[in-house]
């Protein structure tokens, strides 16, 4: 059968899912002390990049986002041989932004340079934290001189767009501690921040703690204030807000996720991977590695118009931009205002969005405060039984 056209901007994201350890907060599909299995992984993802390349007639892809995971945690030469592979299989335009991941204290120069040789032009660090009892408190491996070191390390490599991650609204952390964090961040010069607003999963050991009451998250109050700091501060230090968590020099903003809030198409590979292809068809690979390395085939969900465009809503509402309304209706031959304008008028009238004279749909400031209450209105009635 053949693959369905893919949209005019496809991105392509790689997922490498080992971790040294399991982070107390985390309930990403990756996996610790199963380092032994790298090898049949890299070569699991080289078989499926090259087979699934083959199958889409070698598409031209923009954009690459390499995560995990750790993907700092292959040995260079695997990512050598992924990156190879991943140029063979698809054509990747010549000014594609590719990405990867690392964690700041699993970083050496040879793995740096395999980056760099291998085309990667964007360098994204899991730093969280400038506070040490924090990070010790999230299960981080590394202390803020290793971020430090990592940052000083990858300019030396030639990387001149990096991203730094940050989280808030921590147990136990005070708006003071946030803005030493931001202001470290700030000092080390990236040209993007992710800063997270941390959400506590069921089953973590974080959720955990603070079931047994050992630990106490910031109240809504203080966590407002911290994200008003970051906007305020980051925007006087040059990094616009462009999405609900991201800041981004100009021209930096991350163009990989601005696709995936566009609702562009992309191509997932490796395990847990998600693949958005023509629109409405998603396919997602197994998350177990065991599955994914015996060859399991990834499950295919067919999104109904109704969904596709309440995704679009919800990917487009994350922009401060927000929602293109002639976007939307290029996309789906009927205007927003037809499917949603109930839902659009009752929060514009609560003060939580609002139409831009030049098109768009967006949150207000009050409005990103509570997102998903926003959401909840817009969303398909079959989805909310
Ligand atoms: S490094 Fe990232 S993916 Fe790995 S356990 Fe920590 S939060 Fe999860």
Same mark, same amino acid.
């Given at each position: 059968?053949?693959a369905?056209?893919?949209?005019?901007?496809?991105?392509?994201?790689?997922?490498?899912?080992?971790?040294?350890?399991?982070?107390?907060?985390?309930?990403?599909?990756?996996f610790?002390?199963?380092?032994?299995?790298?090898?049949?992984?890299?070569?699991?993802?080289?078989?499926?990049?090259?087979?699934?390349?083959r199958?889409?007639?070698?598409?031209?892809?923009?954009?690459?986002?390499?995560?995990?995971?750790?993907?700092?945690?292959?040995?260079?030469?695997?990512?050598?041989?992924?990156l190879?592979?991943?140029?063979?299989?698809?054509?990747?335009?010549?000014?594609?932004?590719?990405?990867?991941?690392?964690?700041?204290g699993?970083?050496?120069?040879?793995?740096?340079?395999?980056?760099?040789?291998?085309?990667?032009?964007?360098?994204?660090?899991?730093?969280?934290?400038?506070?040490?009892?924090?990070?010790?408190?999230?299960?981080?491996?590394?202390?803020?001189?290793?971020?430090?070191?990592?940052?000083?390390?990858a300019?030396?490599?030639?990387?001149?767009?990096?991203?730094?991650?940050?989280?808030?609204?921590?147990?136990?952390?005070?708006?003071?501690?946030?803005?030493?964090?931001?202001q470290a961040?700030?000092?080390?010069?990236?040209?993007?921040?992710?800063c997270?607003?941390l959400?506590?999963?069921?089953g973590?050991?974080?959720?955990?703690?603070?079931?047994?009451?050992?630990?106490?998250?910031?109240?809504e109050?203080e966590?407002?204030?911290?994200?008003?700091? !970051?906007?305020? &501060?980051?925007?006087?230090? @040059? *990094?616009?807000? $462009?999405?609900?968590?991201? +800041?981004? %020099?100009?021209? =930096? #903003?991350?163009?990989?996720?601005?696709?995936?809030?566009?609702?562009?198409?992309?191509?997932?590979?490796?395990?847990?991977?998600?693949?958005?292809?023509?629109?409405?068809?998603?396919?997602?690979?197994?998350?177990?590695?065991?599955?994914?390395?015996?060859?399991?085939?990834?499950?295919?969900?067919?999104?109904?118009?109704?969904?596709?465009?309440?995704?679009?809503?919800m990917?487009?509402l994350?922009?401060?931009?927000?929602?293109?309304?002639?976007?939307?209706?290029?996309?789906?031959?009927q205007?927003?205002?037809?499917?949603?304008?109930? !839902?659009?008028? &009752?929060?514009?009238?609560? @003060? *939580?969005?609002? $139409?831009?004279?030049?098109? +768009?749909? %967006?949150?207000? =400031? #009050?409005?990103?405060?509570?997102?998903?209450?926003?959401?909840?209105?817009?969303?398909?009635?079959?989805?909310?039984?």
């Amino acid at each position: 059968m053949a693959a369905p056209a893919l949209s005019a901007e496809p991105g392509l994201y790689i997922h490498i899912p080992f971790c040294a350890r399991k982070c107390a907060y985390c309930d990403f599909p990756c996996f610790e002390g199963r380092m032994g299995l790298r090898e049949p992984y890299v070569r699991a993802l080289i078989s499926e990049l090259e087979r699934r390349g083959r199958e889409w007639g070698h598409p031209q892809i923009h954009t690459v986002f390499i995560g995990g995971g750790t993907p700092s945690l292959l040995q260079p030469e695997q990512m050598a041989r992924v990156l190879g592979a991943l140029r063979g299989a698809f054509a990747l335009k010549r000014d594609a932004e590719i990405s990867c991941e690392a964690n700041p204290g699993a970083l050496t120069r040879r793995f740096l340079d395999t980056l760099r040789e291998g085309g990667v032009n964007r360098l994204s660090l899991g730093a969280q934290s400038a506070d040490g009892g924090l990070l010790r408190l999230l299960g981080r491996q590394h202390g803020w001189p290793q971020v430090e070191q990592a940052v000083r390390l990858a300019r030396s490599c030639g990387f001149d767009n990096l991203n730094i991650d940050l989280m808030l609204g921590l147990p136990g952390q005070t708006p003071a501690l946030w803005r030493e964090t931001l202001q470290a961040a700030l000092a080390l010069s990236p040209e993007h921040l992710s800063c997270y607003g941390l959400i506590v999963e069921e089953g973590t050991p974080l959720r955990q703690r603070l079931d047994a009451g050992e630990l106490r998250l910031p109240d809504e109050d203080e966590e407002r204030l911290m994200y008003d700091e !970051a906007i305020g &501060r980051l925007s006087r230090a @040059g *990094l616009e807000q $462009y999405e609900i968590s991201n +800041f981004a %020099r100009p021209g =930096r #903003a991350c163009r990989h996720n601005l696709n995936c809030w566009l609702r562009e198409d992309y191509l997932g590979f490796g395990s847990a991977a998600h693949t958005l292809q023509g629109g409405d068809t998603r396919l997602s690979n197994p998350s177990d590695i065991g599955a994914y390395l015996r060859g399991e085939a990834p499950a295919r969900q067919t999104i109904g118009q109704r969904e596709r465009m309440f995704e679009s809503v919800m990917l487009g509402l994350r922009l401060r931009q927000g929602l293109s309304l002639a976007r939307f209706e290029r996309t789906y031959a009927q205007s927003f205002e037809s499917v949603f304008g109930g !839902a659009a008028r &009752r929060s514009v009238q609560n @003060g *939580l969005s609002e $139409y831009t004279r030049d098109g +768009f749909f %967006r949150l207000t =400031r #009050a409005g990103m405060d509570v997102m998903n209450s926003v959401l909840l209105d817009f969303m398909p009635e079959d989805s909310l039984s």
